[in-house]
């Protein structure tokens, strides 16, 4: 076994959203997501056959959900359950801290 912290080892330039299988099984994925400012792309939603777990673990989001009208903000500590094909998108990341996520698909 090899210890590793979650808040370990985040580039100092993300280009991109970085997206990281951590473990996988059967039926479940876990990933670290790391955000700088970023944010789903116009018209565009997510659509996903899993649900999904998702934990701010540092840092601030808005996660907006095709039926509502306001986003949901989460901060370090909050979490929410997504059911599978609710779409959803992300319309804001902390630009002047990473925003660490844990998320579970199952």
């Given at each position: 076994m090899k210890l590793k912290n979650i808040l370990d080892d985040i580039p100092g330039t993300l280009p991109a959203e970085?997206?990281?299988?951590?473990?996988?099984?059967?039926g479940v994925r876990i990933e670290r997501i790391v955000s700088k400012g970023h944010v789903s792309p116009g018209g565009f939603w997510y659509d996903q056959k899993e649900h999904e777990w998702l934990l701010v673990l540092k840092g601030r989001a808005a996660l907006l959900c095709e039926s509502q009208?306001?986003?949901i903000v989460l901060k370090a500590g909050d979490y929410l359950n997504i059911p599978a094909h609710r779409r959803h998108r992300v319309e804001e990341t902390d630009p002047n801290q990473?925003?660490?996520w844990l998320a579970i698909y199952y």
């Open positions: 970085l997206s990281e299988i951590l473990q996988a099984g059967e009208e306001k986003p990473e925003t660490v």
